[in-house]
Structure formats: structure tokens, C-alpha cells
């Protein structure tokens, strides 16, 4: 009798895991894909802004992770794979647009030269003599970013370096951060046994890499997610599931219309907070470190712009704490990946982790703050030939001080035949989601073998 699997959420983790499944259960496998929306790919999602296709979800991958251009040369679209133009990024801060600081590991800066003109003189002192100060590390601590960065190198260096670029990746901040995520290179420098955070910091550095350092699909994600959708063959439930219960063999489902779905083995693919119901009865004590992992919504208003508006040769902005601007970050697209047609392409973010922003200010609003912050930070007051806002509620995880520990108390609490998949996992962006996938496949094709 032929397997029959059941993935419920249609996001990039749901569907790589669909794909997976396939290859490895083959033809004759029953594969049921569940999720509501109006269209699979979750937090990837293309839009045409302007007559161009543009992310209006997460926009660009780590190149050097392996996941995602193994996937598309798998697929068959290597071909896809695009870089960035090579312009770089500014920061907003104190009112300004500084260059971003070279030489950093997540805005951590390995010599106090790096952001100087960023911060003050007595910041710079202050770094200068922290290999001097008295130190000590637990070999797997895991401190916040703030806690430990904001010490040893002071204050504005986690506002104004630091932050921008972790409200960028986790609409989160500092505080909410874990050093094992934000920077595990860092964290096993000091296990090592770094002597101080300078030394640990130009231990964990990456060396420089040729080429771009990002990479994005020609097309946008939707090529993607359109050739995973066919090779998968999955049946796609375009319905909520509401609970999942053991069955006499396997699992049972019931979604949101009252139907009950059989499965042999389940990949639940959504994120934490959705997890920590749908588990609550089968697994109480995954259900409750899953509950443990707070997440962030966000805002994102995508405009198209006249050719020709007059904006700087530089990737896009990110904003430092406390700065009167009402957006977090801004992405020049047609900067970052090369122009396209007549338009140029911007994206805004709003939204960071403890406000209600994306839940609670309208389109018209966002439309309003977009203008606003353009005209700050380039003098730019040109109106759009086209917008689109989009938001994502509850789609942010912030990976706090312990949370490598958390996720293993939540993967050892699951039955051998349900894994999870998703961004609150293993890291944030699309290669550790792929990877996550991979693994809760992997994890199920061997309890059935074994079986």
C-alpha cells in the first residue's frame, strides 16, 4: 500500500518538503498540501509593480549557503540564479547616511576603525581598550547581542551598527537576539577561547568573498515556487487545519470545514505560534517550547517610481534605533539587482518586534510614511506609478539567547512521524529553510524504513 503524507502550510519550507517527499516516497505516494491562501509560497510572494516582477517577501539568499542554488540546479534553474550589482548599502543614523561599516560580522565590528564617524570618540576609547578590560565566557552561553556587544563595545555601537542590520533580517532588535544565531561563528570563537570580544569578533570574521554575496531568482521567487508546486504533485487543500489527532493507523487531520484528512506520517510546516496549537494534545511538550518563540510582524509598501528618479547608486538603507524615520529599512531594488524597464523599483519596511504597527496603521498611512521617508533621506518627492503594501503578520521569529536549546527540546518532544519545518528552526531566510525541509523529510523517510 502506497504512503500517504500530508504537509500543512504552503510557504517555501511546505513545499520543499512536498518536493522531498516525492522524490524520496515516489509516484504512487499521496501527497495532500494544506494552506488557505490565495496562492502557495508564503512569506515568498512576487507581485508586478510597475510591469516588473518584484519579492514582496524576502528578496535575496545567502549565495554562499548551498541550499538554494543546489535546489535550483536541481529544479533546473540555475540559469535563474542572479547577483547583486556590487553597490552597497547606507545607514541611517543621528539624522545621516553613513556607508556601512566594513569589516563586520553582523554589524559587530572586528577594530574600532570601522565605524568610526559612526559613533563617538569616547565609543572609539571605549573600544580601543576593551582587549585590556577583565573577561569572561561559559563555553555555550548564549547571551543576548545587547548583552554582550553592547559591554564590551558600548552603547551606540549596537544602536547604530548593530541593530540596523538585525532589524533588517529579524524586524527584532539586540535584546531579543541571541549571539548562537545572530552570530554563530562569534559564539565559537569564544568557546575556543578568545581572550576578549575584539579578538573573538577578527577570529569569526568571514573572509572576503568574490562575487555577490546575494543572490535573488530572475523572475522573482514565484519561478521557484511555481516548478516546486509541479514537481511535487501534491494535492492542495485550500483550507486552515484545525487539529490533528492519532488515528487508528497514523495521523488524522480535521480542517476548518469539518473534513477529516488520514496520514502516515505529517510535516507541519507553519509557524511557532500556529505550531504550539496544532501539536498542543500529540506533543504538549513540543507544543509549549514552541509556544516560548515570540515573533514580529511587518509592513512592507513596494513602489514603482518614474525612470529616472534621482536616487543614489547604493543598495538601500538601514535604519539605526531611535531615528525619526518611520521605516526600519529601505531596498533600492533596481540598485541592488540591475534596472529593468522603465521603473524604479523601492521597497520600505515597517515594523519591529513589540509594536502593532503592521496590524494597526492602514495603507494609506504606510503610503504616507513611504512619501515621507524618501523625501528625508534622498530629497526624493516623486509620486509612484504603482504600489502595492503587503504584510506579514506573526512571520518573524526572533531567535532569543537559548533558542538552539529550545528548538531541540521541540524537535524531542515530537512522535517519530511528525516533523516540523520553518523559519523559527534553524535560522531565518530561505536556506535554512530549504535545509529544515530537507531534514524533516529525511526524518520521516527513515522512521518508515525502519518501520
Same mark, same amino acid.
Given at each position: 500500500?502506497?504512503?500517504?503524507? =500530508?504537509?500543512?502550510?504552503?510557504?517555501?519550507?511546505?513545499?520543499?518538503?512536498?518536493?522531498?517527499?516525492?522524490?524520496?516516497?515516489?509516484?504512487?505516494?499521496?501527497?495532500?498540501?494544506? &494552506?488557505?491562501?490565495?496562492?502557495?509560497?508564503?512569506?515568498?510572494?512576487?507581485?508586478?509593480?510597475?510591469?516588473?516582477?518584484?519579492?514582496?517577501?524576502?528578496?535575496?539568499?545567502?549565495?554562499?549557503?548551498?541550499?538554494?542554488?543546489?535546489?535550483?540546479?536541481?529544479?533546473?534553474?540555475?540559469?535563474?540564479?542572479?547577483?547583486?550589482?556590487?553597490?552597497?548599502?547606507?545607514?541611517?543614523?543621528?539624522? #545621516?547616511?553613513?556607508?556601512?561599516?566594513?569589516?563586520?560580522?553582523?554589524?559587530?565590528?572586528?577594530?574600532?576603525?570601522?565605524?568610526?564617524?559612526?559613533?563617538?570618540?569616547?565609543?572609539?576609547?571605549?573600544?580601543?581598550? /576593551?582587549?585590556?578590560?577583565?573577561?569572561?565566557?561559559?563555553?555555550?552561553?548564549?547571551?543576548?547581542?545587547?548583552?554582550?556587544?553592547?559591554?564590551?563595545?558600548?552603547?551606540?555601537?549596537?544602536?547604530?551598527?548593530?541593530?540596523?542590520?538585525?532589524?533588517?533580517?529579524?524586524?527584532?532588535?539586540?535584546?531579543?537576539?541571541?549571539?548562537?544565531?545572530?552570530?554563530?561563528?562569534?559564539?565559537?570563537?569564544?568557546?575556543?577561547?578568545?581572550?576578549?570580544?575584539?579578538?573573538?569578533?577578527?577570529?569569526?570574521?568571514?573572509?572576503?568573498?568574490?562575487?555577490?554575496?546575494?543572490?535573488?531568482?530572475?523572475?522573482?521567487?514565484?519561478?521557484?515556487?511555481?516548478?516546486?508546486?509541479?514537481?511535487?504533485?501534491?494535492?492542495?487543500?485550500?483550507?486552515?487545519?484545525?487539529?490533528?489527532?492519532?488515528?487508528?493507523?497514523?495521523?488524522?487531520?480535521?480542517?476548518?470545514?469539518?473534513?477529516?484528512?488520514?496520514? &502516515?506520517?505529517?510535516?507541519?510546516?507553519?509557524?511557532?505560534?500556529?505550531?504550539?496549537?496544532?501539536?498542543?494534545?500529540?506533543?504538549?511538550?513540543?507544543?509549549?517550547?514552541?509556544?516560548?518563540?515570540?515573533?514580529?510582524?511587518?509592513?512592507?509598501?513596494?513602489?514603482?517610481?518614474?525612470?529616472?528618479?534621482?536616487?543614489?547608486?547604493?543598495?538601500?538603507?538601514?535604519?539605526?534605533?531611535?531615528?525619526?524615520?518611520?521605516? #526600519?529599512?529601505?531596498?533600492?531594488?533596481?540598485? #541592488?539587482?540591475?534596472?529593468?524597464?522603465?521603473?524604479?523599483?523601492?521597497?520600505?519596511?515597517?515594523?519591529?518586534?513589540?509594536?502593532?504597527?503592521?496590524?494597526?496603521?492602514?495603507? /494609506?498611512?504606510?503610503?504616507?510614511?513611504?512619501?515621507?521617508?524618501?523625501?528625508?533621506?534622498?530629497?526624493?518627492?516623486?509620486?509612484?506609478?504603482?504600489?502595492?503594501?503587503?504584510?506579514?503578520?506573526?512571520?518573524?521569529?526572533?531567535?532569543?539567547?537559548?533558542?538552539?536549546?529550545?528548538?531541540?527540546?521541540?524537535?524531542?518532544?515530537?512522535?517519530?512521524?511528525?516533523?516540523?519545518?520553518?523559519?523559527?528552526?534553524?535560522?531565518?531566510?530561505?536556506?535554512? =529553510?530549504?535545509?529544515?525541509?530537507?531534514?524533516?523529510?529525511?526524518?520521516?523517510?527513515?522512521?518508515?524504513?525502519?518501520?
Amino acid at each position: 500500500m502506497s504512503a500517504s503524507y =500530508c504537509v500543512v502550510g504552503g510557504g517555501i519550507s511546505g513545499l520543499v518538503a512536498a518536493y522531498r517527499l516525492r522524490v524520496a516516497a515516489g509516484p504512487d505516494a499521496s501527497i495532500t498540501l494544506f &494552506d488557505p491562501a490565495d496562492r502557495l509560497g508564503g512569506v515568498l510572494r512576487t507581485e508586478r509593480i510597475g510591469g516588473q516582477p518584484m519579492d514582496v517577501g524576502a528578496e535575496a539568499f545567502v549565495a554562499r549557503r548551498p541550499e538554494v542554488p543546489a535546489l535550483l540546479a536541481e529544479l533546473g534553474l540555475a540559469n535563474r540564479q542572479i547577483g547583486t550589482t556590487g553597490a552597497r548599502p547606507l545607514i541611517y543614523s543621528q539624522g #545621516k547616511l553613513h556607508p556601512l561599516p566594513a569589516g563586520t560580522l553582523q554589524g559587530i565590528p572586528a577594530q574600532p576603525s570601522a565605524v568610526a564617524g559612526l559613533v563617538d570618540e569616547a565609543t572609539i576609547a571605549w573600544m580601543h581598550g /576593551e582587549p585590556n578590560r577583565p573577561f569572561s565566557w561559559r563555553p555555550g552561553a548564549d547571551p543576548s547581542v545587547a548583552e554582550l556587544v553592547g559591554d564590551r563595545f558600548g552603547e551606540q555601537v549596537i544602536t547604530r551598527s548593530v541593530e540596523p542590520l538585525l532589524a533588517g533580517v529579524y524586524a527584532g532588535n539586540a535584546a531579543t537576539i541571541g549571539v548562537r544565531s545572530a552570530a554563530p561563528t562569534l559564539a565559537v570563537a569564544l568557546d575556543r577561547g578568545a581572550r576578549n570580544l575584539t579578538e573573538a569578533v577578527r577570529d569569526a570574521a568571514p573572509p572576503p568573498v568574490t562575487g555577490s554575496v546575494f543572490g535573488a531568482v530572475d523572475g522573482g521567487y514565484r519561478v521557484l515556487i511555481d516548478e516546486l508546486v509541479r514537481r511535487a504533485g501534491a494535492q492542495w487543500q485550500q483550507v486552515t487545519v484545525e487539529g490533528l489527532h492519532r488515528g487508528a493507523r497514523g495521523w488524522e487531520l480535521v480542517d476548518d470545514e469539518g473534513a477529516r484528512h488520514h496520514a &502516515d506520517a505529517v510535516v507541519l510546516a507553519v509557524p511557532a505560534p500556529r505550531l504550539a496549537r496544532l501539536v498542543a494534545e500529540v506533543a504538549p511538550r513540543s507544543a509549549a517550547a514552541a509556544g516560548r518563540i515570540a515573533v514580529a510582524s511587518t509592513a512592507l509598501v513596494a513602489l514603482g517610481l518614474p525612470g529616472g528618479t534621482p536616487l543614489p547608486q547604493q543598495s538601500g538603507v538601514l535604519v539605526a534605533s531611535g531615528e525619526r524615520l518611520r521605516s #526600519k529599512a529601505v531596498t533600492l531594488t533596481s540598485r #541592488k539587482w540591475g534596472q529593468r524597464g522603465s521603473v524604479e523599483l523601492v521597497r520600505l519596511s515597517f515594523g519591529r518586534f513589540g509594536d502593532n504597527l503592521a496590524r494597526s496603521v492602514g495603507d /494609506e498611512e504606510l503610503l504616507t510614511w513611504a512619501a515621507e521617508d524618501l523625501a528625508t533621506l534622498f530629497g526624493v518627492r516623486t509620486e509612484p506609478v504603482d504600489y502595492h503594501v503587503q504584510r506579514w503578520i506573526d512571520a518573524m521569529p526572533q531567535y532569543g539567547p537559548g533558542h538552539g536549546a529550545l528548538v531541540a527540546e521541540l524537535r524531542s518532544g515530537l512522535p517519530p512521524t511528525i516533523a516540523v519545518a520553518g523559519g523559527y528552526l534553524d535560522g531565518i531566510g530561505v536556506p535554512a =529553510c530549504v535545509s529544515a525541509a530537507t531534514r524533516a523529510v529525511a526524518s520521516l523517510v527513515t522512521t518508515r524504513v525502519a518501520r
